[in-house]
């Protein structure tokens, strides 16, 4: 056996000691959710896209930068689902209005997540054309995130999964459905921050360990 890969989780990929496993409880939803992952975050070990995979039957994840000849997005696309792109452009309308106008077409409506940082979310978007066609969407009357180590250079930034946890909630009209993702990010979180030694947390992310 491969010592490295037995270090590792099978199933989250994260560390055996930091697995998520336990912490995932599987959410009866229909709604097709593709995440576009940056390459730079697939080993990242605070990342958070695989909780969406693992706990959401219709999610998957798919690698790379620019999208535009992704075969298998590509094909995603082709089907009859009305997607929408979480993305701040400037013609993102709420993302209420966006599921009342599938609703209104018969459609079954589907969310795309890009999974990087600002910098390389914004890169992923401009590179890739497919994309760019998409209607993007907006989350509305959102708190701040709880992603408490990983700094956001923008005021209010969501984790790919709190990005999904609302949008899912909004597309239903209701949270508690959707609260398991939020539990097993936090479990996440504060797993992480019981790992650091004293005083990092409070010096590097200016917050206070409510463990």
């Known amino acids: 056996m491969n010592q490295k890969a037995s270090r590792y989780c099978p199933q989250c990929g994260k560390a055996n000691k930091a697995c998520i496993c336990a912490f995932i409880q599987r959410i009866e939803s229909d709604v097709p959710v593709i995440v576009l992952q940056h390459p730079s ?3 990242q070990p605070i990342g958070t896209a695989r909780i ?3 706990s959401l039957p219709n999610c998957r994840i798919i690698v790379g930068e620019d999208f535009s000849d992704n075969d298998e997005l590509n094909q995603l696309l082709d089907n009859d689902v009305h997607y929408a792109l979480l ?46 066609a998409l209607p993007c969407v907006k989350l ?17 930034g969501l984790s790919t999964v709190e990005a ?8 239903a009209g209701d949270s508690e459905p959707f609260e398991p993702l939020m539990n ?12 650091m030694p004293p005083g990092v947390f409070e010096r590097h992310y200016g917050g206070k360990d409510r463990s």
């Open 184 to 195: 097993a990010f936090n479990e996440m979180i504060e797993f992480q921050i019981k790992q």
């Open 52 to 54: 969406l995979s693992l």
């Open 41 to 43: 975050e697939v080993k």
């Open 140 to 156: 509305d009357d959102i708190q701040s995130g709880n992603y408490r180590i990983r700094k956001s250079p923008v005021d209010g």
């Open 87 to 132: 993305y701040p452009a400037e013609t993102s309308e709420p993302i209420g209005n966006w599921r009342l106008d599938g609703m209104a077409q018969n459609k079954q409506c589907g969310l795309i997540l890009l999974d990087g940082t600002w910098r390389k979310a914004f890169k992923m978007y401009q590179l890739s054309q497919n994309l760019q």
């Open 164 to 171: 999904g946890f609302y949008a899912l909630s909004a597309m």
